[in-house]
Structures are given as structure tokens and as C-alpha cells.
């Protein structure tokens, strides 16, 4: 197997629920090798988007550890904690959210922006990044402008203008009809192919699921091989 890109360590993740504790992570690990793809399946409220938030340093554990590029992202500060998630992580969710008063271009950019890359250079950066997701020609379109599979692809675009190693999808088809859902896997298939980005996906798409290299089951507050 490749080295890691991201490594958790039995991760303990409990709500406080009145009187009772509801654990939804139990001494749970995972290994995401590089350029590997992997979906996370699971009932409604089995904890797939805790899991999701902890493995991006969003949501701290209970216990346990991640690592990603080999750094615990829990044994640092919130600061460098956001330096690893934006140098090393992407995010994609089933809703866009993207900054409605800014273009896709300059939606893009913005991880970049906030890395304190050079305007000039964050915005090259975007402008190659749009052009692989198909979007050369929306990139000075506003979200509100977009048809919902274009949002998905600009919010894509913005995931991966980084280079990460890993991109962190929580139901990124969701939203969409079947016929841009299907267009959206294939788009993160091939950029998976294309740049040995890791896909980690928290889905109820089993289409979806299907064309993953790995297929895991959160169940019981720890992960199962389909």
C-alpha cells in the first residue's frame, strides 16, 4: 500500500445526550492510502458526518488520533490545525457553499487567498483548476448564476485547488438530479485519476458507492469491509 495520506487511530467521539452518552465513534481507525478511493455507507444518524468532521480536523475526539502528511492534527493549535486542513485536505459537501457575492474564480482561490498565496498566483491557480472541471467559460459567474451541477463543480474546484493529498466528500451528489449526480462522479473519478488525489466519501449513493475502490460500513460506531 502507498503511505498514508491520512491516518486515524482509535477514534472515541461521544454526544451528552440529557442523562445518557451516545457514543458515535468507537475506538475507530482508518487508513486512507494515497490516490485511493473509499466510500462510507451507513443508516441515517449512524455518526457518517461526525467521523467525516473529525477525520478533517473539524470536530475534536474524544480520543485517538489523525494524522495527515504524518502531523496529529489534535496534538497542535487551532492555528496550525487550519494550516494542515488547508495545505493538505479538501471539502465537499452536498450543500455548495459558496460565497454568493463572489465569481467561481474567485471562489476557487480563496483557500489560496488564505494561505497567503499571491493574488495573482491564486487566481492562475483557479483558473487551471476551473478549466479541469470543465468551467473555462463560468469562471466570472456568481453562484446565483450557476445551474446546480455548475455549483457542485466550482465547490469541486475550490476542494482541490490546494493540491491535496485527500478530499473529504459528504454526500457531494446528494443535491443533484441523477443525471448531474452522475456527471459529478464521473468529474471526481477522473480527477482522482488524473492528479492521485485520495477520495474519501460519505454517501447514500450506491452508484456512487459502487465505483469506489473501497466500500466501508459505519455501523455500531466502527467501520466494516463491504
Same mark, same amino acid.
Given at each position: 500500500?502507498?503511505?498514508?495520506?491520512?491516518?486515524?487511530?482509535?477514534?472515541t467521539?461521544? %454526544?451528552?445526550?440529557?442523562?445518557?452518552?451516545?457514543?458515535?465513534?468507537?475506538?475507530?481507525?482508518?487508513?486512507?492510502?494515497?490516490?485511493?478511493?473509499l466510500a462510507?455507507?451507513?443508516?441515517?444518524?449512524?455518526? $457518517?458526518? +461526525?467521523?467525516?468532521n473529525?477525520?478533517?480536523g473539524?470536530?475534536?475526539?474524544?480520543?485517538? +488520533? @489523525?494524522? @495527515?502528511?504524518?502531523?496529529?492534527? %489534535?496534538?497542535?493549535?487551532?492555528?496550525?490545525?487550519?494550516?494542515? !486542513?488547508?495545505?493538505?485536505?479538501?471539502? @465537499? %459537501?452536498?450543500?455548495?457553499?459558496?460565497?454568493?457575492?463572489?465569481?467561481?474564480?474567485?471562489?476557487?482561490?480563496?483557500?489560496?487567498?488564505?494561505?497567503?498565496?499571491?493574488?495573482?498566483d491564486?487566481?492562475? !491557480?483557479?483558473?487551471?483548476?476551473?478549466?479541469?472541471?470543465?468551467?473555462?467559460?463560468?469562471m466570472?459567474? $456568481?453562484?446565483?448564476e450557476l445551474?446546480?451541477g455548475?455549483?457542485?463543480?466550482?465547490?469541486?474546484a475550490?476542494?482541490?485547488? +490546494? !493540491?491535496?493529498?485527500?478530499?473529504?466528500?459528504?454526500?457531494? +451528489?446528494?443535491?443533484?438530479?441523477?443525471?448531474?449526480?452522475?456527471?459529478?462522479?464521473?468529474?471526481?473519478?477522473?480527477?482522482?485519476?488524473?492528479?492521485?488525489?485520495?477520495?474519501?466519501?460519505?454517501?447514500?449513493?450506491?452508484?456512487?458507492?459502487?465505483?469506489?475502490?473501497?466500500?466501508?460500513?459505519?455501523?455500531?460506531?466502527?467501520? @466494516?469491509?463491504?
Amino acid at each position: 500500500m502507498s503511505k498514508p495520506v491520512l491516518h486515524a487511530q482509535e477514534l472515541t467521539r461521544r %454526544y451528552h445526550e440529557g442523562p445518557q452518552d451516545l457514543e458515535v465513534l468507537r475506538a475507530l481507525s482508518l487508513t486512507v492510502a494515497a490516490g485511493e478511493t473509499l466510500a462510507i455507507l451507513g443508516r441515517s444518524g449512524a455518526g $457518517k458526518t +461526525t467521523l467525516l468532521n473529525v477525520l478533517g480536523g473539524l470536530d475534536h475526539p474524544d480520543s485517538g +488520533t @489523525v494524522r @495527515v502528511a504524518g502531523e496529529d492534527l %489534535y496534538a497542535c493549535n487551532e492555528r496550525t490545525r487550519g494550516h494542515l !486542513r488547508n495545505a493538505h485536505l479538501g471539502f @465537499v %459537501y452536498q450543500l455548495h457553499h459558496l460565497l454568493p457575492e463572489f465569481t467561481a474564480l474567485e471562489n476557487v482561490a480563496m483557500p489560496l487567498m488564505l494561505g497567503r498565496n499571491r493574488v495573482p498566483d491564486a487566481l492562475q !491557480r483557479a483558473e487551471e483548476i476551473l478549466g479541469q472541471v470543465g468551467l473555462a467559460g463560468r469562471m466570472a459567474h $456568481k453562484p446565483g448564476e450557476l445551474s446546480g451541477g455548475e455549483r457542485q463543480r466550482v465547490a469541486i474546484a475550490r476542494a482541490l485547488v +490546494t !493540491r491535496p493529498g485527500c478530499v473529504l466528500a459528504d454526500e457531494p +451528489t446528494g443535491n443533484l438530479d441523477r443525471t448531474t449526480a452522475e456527471q459529478v462522479q464521473n468529474l471526481l473519478l477522473q480527477l482522482n485519476a488524473d492528479l492521485g488525489i485520495a477520495l474519501v466519501v460519505v454517501t447514500h449513493d450506491e452508484a456512487l458507492a459502487a465505483r469506489m475502490q473501497r466500500r466501508l460500513e459505519l455501523s455500531e460506531g466502527q467501520l @466494516v469491509e463491504i
